[in-house]
């Protein structure tokens, strides 16, 4: 092979060197947008800890490709016609995948797993050009054989299983999936993760799942136009706001932060994580939320909400805060520190949980839009006091 037919390898990004989300990615969220529609639907209502276990099935695998084409769009700085069509047949995958979610535990659930086989066909299509890179740059080839065609081969296969057999053999081929991911630890990786890129890709994800939360008020308020339930809306979304407010000013800080000090192995390890593992249960919180905040401007005229309604709202809040304790742990924060607003943060919503039956729906709503409110204040003045005092 000449020099000519080897693909140069992705030069290193500058650290002050500005990276933005293109065209192509942005197009591509879209289909998350009918993603977190479908799975919020399922958890309307008063879900049960079936829904709860399904919703999450249903939703890591989407995620986890989600969060794969992600950092290969990261890695390899293409916009070439073979890599707009790779992205645009996973598109069309994980459509199919968003319209078998309402009937992927029943008859639609060969076309949910052929969905999922066809995602890893694309990525093994953006990841093969890095195997003919020159040394020391060039990925061995076994791992996108392995890791991206030979689990499409599996989980085609697994699409024709009958169920209920099927679901043990998908749940196996995800913890091989992780186990393939964990055991190789970032070695091999051609190029150094782009932080500004990858931060600003999670939160336009973030951005997804609030922006459905926002919806599914402003849908359940049309359906409900009544006084109580706009008062329920109304606290939704200062709780939701409180959300936004917080992320953005510092989990997205953290994030940049952690990821310009750490070597490149470290920086992909982060990405792994942090933007893979642990925001997989962040964006599921909100999703949660958002569909018990449906149900509750739904029900603001009743006694209480159900249980499975106030499980997805305060429950959903709760994981939201763990999920970032150990997103502070996993960048280096002491137990001790992350404890002070972490444990508050997962305490207060479950103790809504257990008095939520003697409460109204918008008095549910209050207390956990005050929680909300209460620790994105709480962060701002322990920002003001790290602070020197020229900066504050």
């Keep these: 092979m000449s ?22 990615e942005l197009f591509f969220d879209l289909v998350f947008v009918a993603f977190v529609a479908q799975l919020s639907r399922s958890l309307h209502g008063d879900p049960s800890w079936h829904d709860f276990g399904v919703f999450l099935a249903l939703y890591f695998p989407p995620w986890w490709m989600w969060a794969n084409l992600t950092v290969s769009a990261n890695l390899f700085q293409d916009d070439s016609p073979r890599r707009r069509l790779a992205m645009l047949a996973a598109m069309l995958c994980l459509a ?12 639609r659930g060969t076309a949910y797993a052929l969905g999922y086989a066809g ?12 195997t003919r890179y ?15 065609l030979l689990f499409a081969v599996l989980w085609a296969g697994a ?25 190789a630890r970032g070695r091999g990786v051609p190029a150094r993760v782009h932080t500004g890129h990858l931060v600003e890709r999670v939160g336009l994800f973030v951005i997804i799942v609030l922006g459905e939360s926002v919806l599914g008020l402003i849908t359940a308020t049309d359906d409900t136009w009544t006084a109580s339930a706009a008062l329920v809306a109304l606290l939704g979304f200062l709780l939701l706001a409180a959300l936004w407010w917080s992320y953005f000013d510092f989990a997205t800080t953290a994030a940049e932060i952690n990821f310009a000090s750490a070597t490149p192995g470290q920086a992909y390890l ?16 909100v999703i949660s939320m958002a569909a018990g905040l449906s149900t509750a401007v739904g029900e603001s005229g009743h006694d209480h909400l159900p249980r499975g309604a106030v499980w997805a ?44 039956d003697a409460l109204p729906p918008w008095a549910v709503v209050l207390l956990l839009a005050a929680e909300a409110v209460g620790h994105l204040v709480y962060a701002k ?11 504050a």
């Design 381 to 391: 003045r322990l920002a003001r006091r790290a602070l020197p005092p020229a900066a």
């Design 313 to 356: 709202l305060a429950g959903g809040l709760a994981l939201y805060h763990a999920a970032h304790g150990a997103i502070a742990l996993r960048f280096g924060s002491s137990l001790a520190r992350t404890a002070t607003w972490a444990l508050p943060g997962i305490a207060v919503p479950l103790l809504v949980v257990v008095v939520a």
């Design 3 to 24: 020099t000519l037919d080897t693909p140069a390898p992705p030069p290193a990004p500058a650290p002050e060197a500005e990276r933005h989300a293109g065209w192509l």
């Design 134 to 148: 020159p040394a020391p740059h060039a990925l061995p080839r076994w791992r996108p054989l392995t890791y991206c």
């Design 270 to 285: 982060l990405a792994r994580d942090v933007g893979g593992f642990l925001h997989f249960f962040v964006t599921a919180a």
């Design 96 to 107: 199919v995948m968003a319209a078998a979610v309402p009937e992927a535990t029943g008859d």
């Design 159 to 183: 699409a024709f299983v009958p169920a209920p057999w099927r679901y043990p053999v998908w749940a196996a081929l995800l913890a091989a999936e992780m186990l393939l991911l964990l055991t």
């Design 119 to 130: 995602t890893r066909l694309v990525l093994l299509a953006l990841w093969w050009p890095a």
